[in-house]
């Protein structure tokens, strides 16, 4: 069966987004060559960002546009444990590891209170992150500052970098090696053509793996 073009389907269904085509396409290299290298996805964003990282685990971690069986000699293993192997050969699906950094409230607030705010993000990319992961950076301004943190963190650490933000870019432009700049300014309207991105994005991935 041919694969669907997600990416024309985007397209086409939201002509404004032709302009972003190229950074999605090349992001969606960059989240391939991590995952085949055995590599993770760190995400992380404020407010709604924050909703939308949690979001986009949600897409990758679990069957999204289709079924995800696992590997048959996982399969095979989890059926020789019994009865409860058995419903997990069949209930448990195919995920592409996913992390939001938002997702760990006491980590944060225990740091916030003891360290550095700002650094929350940052902390946990060097903590989290090893050379060949991807971090996957929300800000709709591209200037929030615990953002940028994280961003240089995972320079230094080794990990690639895609930022997702308005059609400005911010300081974030600059850190990144792909920066998907969706074409509004406010922060809701730019919010409203995040989704549409990273929805397209996890259906590619899905697509290549499953």
Same mark, same amino acid.
């Given at each position: 069966?041919?694969?669907?073009?997600?990416?024309?389907?985007?397209?086409?269904?939201?002509?404004?987004?032709?302009?972003?085509?190229?950074?999605?396409?090349?992001?969606?290299?960059?989240?391939?060559?991590?995952?085949?290298?055995? @590599?993770?996805?760190?995400?992380? @964003?404020?407010?709604?960002?924050?909703?939308?990282?949690?979001?986009?685990?949600?897409?990758?971690?679990?069957?999204?546009?289709?079924?995800?069986?696992?590997?048959?000699?996982?399969?095979?293993?989890? *059926?020789?444990?019994?009865?409860?192997?058995? *419903?997990?050969?069949?209930?448990? +699906?195919?995920?592409?590891?996913?992390?939001?950094?938002?997702?760990?409230? =006491?980590?944060?607030?225990?740091?916030?209170?003891?360290?550095?705010?700002?650094?929350?993000?940052? +902390? +946990?990319?060097?903590?989290?992150?090893?050379?060949?992961?991807?971090?996957?950076?929300?800000?709709?301004?591209?200037?929030?500052?615990?953002?940028?943190?994280?961003?240089?963190?995972?320079?230094?650490?080794?990990?690639?970098?895609?930022?997702?933000?308005?059609?400005?870019?911010?300081?974030?432009?600059?850190?990144?090696?792909?920066?998907?700049?969706?074409? =509004? *300014?406010?922060?809701?309207?730019? +919010?409203?053509?995040?989704?549409?991105?990273?929805?397209?994005?996890?259906?590619?991935?899905?697509?290549?793996?499953?």
């Amino acid at each position: 069966m041919e694969k669907r073009d997600f990416l024309s389907e985007l397209i086409e269904e939201r002509p404004e987004l032709a302009a972003c085509a190229p950074e999605i396409r090349r992001a969606f290299s960059l989240l391939c060559s991590c995952y085949r290298d055995g @590599g993770k996805l760190l995400i992380c @964003g404020n407010g709604g960002s924050a909703a939308d990282s949690e979001h986009i685990v949600g897409e990758l971690m679990k069957e999204f546009m289709k079924r995800r069986p696992l590997p048959e000699e996982l399969m095979r293993r989890l *059926r020789a444990e019994g009865v409860r192997g058995e *419903r997990l050969a069949e209930g448990l +699906q195919g995920a592409l590891p996913a992390l939001a950094l938002s997702g760990a409230p =006491a980590l944060s607030s225990a740091y916030m209170n003891d360290a550095e705010p700002e650094l929350v993000f940052a +902390q +946990q990319v060097v903590g989290y992150g090893r050379p060949g992961d991807t971090l996957l950076a929300l800000s709709t301004s591209g200037n929030s500052e615990n953002i940028l943190f994280a961003l240089h963190a995972a320079r230094a650490a080794g990990l690639h970098t895609i930022g997702l933000t308005g059609e400005d870019g911010g300081a974030m432009r600059g850190l990144c090696d792909v920066c998907i700049r969706a074409p =509004a *300014r406010s922060t809701p309207k730019v +919010q409203e053509k995040h989704l549409p991105i990273y929805h397209a994005l996890c259906a590619m991935l899905e697509a290549e793996f499953f």
